[in-house]
């Protein structure tokens, strides 16, 4: 059994237009098979303040141990932190970033993923610094209404094309649970 594979049962109650004998609305209930999101909100901004945190130890090492200027220090800081970061993720399944925001990559069957893997996956973390720029507005007190634009970081790409997921450490035992469950779902005789 695989991560994509889970299905999440949800139960969704839509009013009716119709009401009880004490004036209580009437709902339906409709159930729904959604694939499962092993992610959390604000995932995106918690991996980004992670990989930042791996480029500036990189960057003060070579600022201060190597006396490199301090553009020659980020730019040599990018190769080491995809380096360390594929090691670290192969083994711990976390990079000191990460474990900061208590976050782990796991594959598609809930394990640490593979050298070759984890390596891509941070090659292309640096197509992942791409800007989305999106319109918002807003409803001020004293103003009333407030347009502007935001810029968000997609931070996903490279989880998509290697089918990785970041996690929090504390889900990890609820997947193990869910992949060990389906799995022995499926190896019952029919």
């Not at 360390?84 to 809930?110: H, N, Q, S, W």
Request: proline share 4%.
């Amino acid at each position: 059994m695989k991560i994509s594979e889970i299905k999440e049962r949800k139960i969704i109650h839509r009013p009716t237009l119709s009401f009880d004998g004490y004036g209580k609305r009437i709902y339906h209930a409709y159930e729904y098979y959604l694939p499962y999101n092993p992610g959390f909100k604000g995932n995106e901004t918690q991996r980004l303040f992670a990989k930042w945190f791996d480029m500036a130890i990189f960057t003060l090492i070579f600022f201060f141990i190597c006396n490199k200027i301090l553009i020659v220090s980020i730019l040599l800081s990018i190769p080491c932190v995809i380096i360390a970061g594929t090691v670290t993720e192969f083994y711990f399944g976390t990079t000191l970033g990460k474990k900061i925001f208590r976050m782990k990559v796991i594959d598609d069957d809930g394990n640490y993923p593979g050298f070759y893997k984890s390596l891509l996956r941070n090659f292309l973390c640096l197509a992942n610094f791409y800007p989305v720029f999106s319109e918002y507005t807003t409803k001020t007190v004293a103003m009333g209404w407030r347009r502007g634009t935001q810029m968000n970081f997609s931070m996903h790409l490279n989880n998509k094309i290697c089918k990785t997921y970041i996690v929090k450490e504390s889900k990890i035992p609820e997947i193990k649970e869910l992949l060990e469950a389906d799995s022995n779902k499926k190896s019952l005789p029919i």
